[in-house]
């Protein structure tokens, strides 16, 4: 089960659903809705056999995005979502980095190239275009246009001060603010809520050692194999070369005697 946010804390959620291009929306979901493709209860037709563009967006008083995730799933040839969606969207939006700054101050963002938990920007993609044609304000159009009856009356990042900053930026010290981001994740993730994160460092930066290296055991074979075709093409080509030889000597001595040569 995906964890959403709920309505007592003055903002709400949805879920939206890009083209193959990233460049509109074809579904807007509330989360209740997303939770049913996401336990297998309902199909995405429309998605099947392909790799989706999603974003998760987190909505503030008069409709004004405060979060976006941008996240990846796959759907199957059925329309079913493939694997377990484990992806904490929550998390994510509360801890994204600052993003563009729509009118009502910056953005949370979370995307590939910014991500507050690493090993999970691999199922995260980069908003496309720039300015009102960009990936984010397509969000935020969308949003306006409020097909799902979006009712919020505050505004994500607000805290006991009054302010709508991030409260990353806020904080001057950095290893304060390292600090406060290791205890969040250490409560968020792992066994018990405990995580080791060098050893899961680890664990990432082994398999794309074990990727690589497959990788390029495979294009090893690959290439092996193709120099063994060209290799026995050539000899085949000779061979014919040879035979062609053969039948022009054999032609010319029969016109000869044809010709009653000697």
Same mark, same amino acid.
């Given at each position: 089960?995906?964890?959403?946010?709920?309505? /007592?804390?003055?903002?709400?959620?949805?879920?939206?659903?890009?083209?193959?291009?990233?460049?509109?929306?074809?579904?807007?979901?509330?989360?209740?809705?997303?939770?049913?493709?996401?336990?297998?209860?309902?199909?995405?037709?429309?998605? $099947?056999?392909?790799?989706?563009?999603?974003?998760?967006?987190?909505?503030? $008083?008069?409709?004004?995005?405060?979060?976006?995730?941008?996240?990846?799933? @796959?759907?199957?040839?059925?329309?079913?979502?493939?694997?377990?969606?484990?992806?904490?969207?929550? %998390?994510?939006?509360?801890?994204?980095?600052?993003?563009?700054? &729509?009118?009502?101050?910056?953005?949370?963002?979370?995307? +590939?190239?910014?991500?507050?938990?690493?090993?999970?920007?691999?199922?995260?993609?980069?908003? !496309?275009?720039?300015?009102?044609?960009?990936?984010?304000?397509?969000? =935020?159009?969308?949003?306006?246009?409020?097909?799902?009856?979006? @009712?919020?009356?505050?505004?994500?990042?607000?805290?006991?001060?009054?302010?709508?900053?991030?409260?990353?930026?806020?904080?001057?010290?950095? +290893?304060? #603010?390292? !600090?406060?981001?290791?205890?969040?994740?250490?409560?968020?993730?792992?066994?018990?809520? +405990?995580?080791?994160?060098?050893?899961?460092?680890?664990?990432?930066? /082994? #398999?794309?050692?074990?990727?690589?290296? !497959?990788?390029?055991?495979?294009?090893?074979?690959?290439?092996?194999? %193709?120099?063994?075709?060209?290799?026995?093409?050539?000899?085949?080509? =000779? =061979?014919?070369?040879?035979?062609?030889?053969?039948? /022009?000597?054999?032609? +010319?001595? &029969? /016109?000869?005697?044809? #010709?009653?040569?000697?």
């Amino acid at each position: 089960m995906t964890d959403f946010v709920t309505d /007592q804390d003055g903002y709400e959620e949805a879920v939206l659903l890009f083209d193959a291009d990233g460049l509109h929306i074809e579904a807007a979901l509330t989360p209740g809705q997303f939770e049913l493709f996401t336990d297998g209860e309902t199909r995405l037709d429309q998605f $099947a056999a392909s790799k989706v563009r999603a974003a998760f967006a987190v909505v503030g $008083a008069a409709l004004s995005l405060r979060a976006a995730v941008f996240f990846t799933f @796959k759907v199957d040839e059925e329309g079913y979502i493939v694997g377990h969606f484990n992806l904490p969207l929550r %998390y994510l939006a509360d801890n994204a980095g600052p993003g563009p700054d &729509l009118g009502t101050g910056p953005v949370r963002l979370a995307c +590939r190239g910014q991500c507050p938990v690493p090993w999970h920007s691999v199922n995260l993609w980069e908003p !496309k275009g720039e300015g009102e044609n960009g990936s984010i304000h397509i969000v =935020q159009r969308t949003v306006w246009r409020n097909q799902l009856g979006l @009712k919020p009356s505050g505004a994500l990042g607000k805290r006991n001060n009054g302010s709508d900053a991030l409260p990353e930026l806020l904080e001057d010290d950095g +290893r304060v #603010r390292q !600090k406060a981001l290791e205890v969040r994740l250490t409560d968020t993730f792992g066994e018990q809520g +405990r995580v080791n994160l060098e050893s899961l460092i680890r664990q990432h930066n /082994q #398999r794309v050692s074990e990727v690589t290296t !497959k990788y390029r055991d495979e294009l090893a074979e690959q290439q092996r194999n %193709y120099l063994e075709q060209i290799r026995s093409c050539r000899e085949e080509i =000779q =061979q014919l070369r040879s035979a062609l030889r053969h039948e /022009q000597q054999r032609s +010319r001595r &029969l /016109q000869a005697l044809l #010709r009653g040569e000697p």
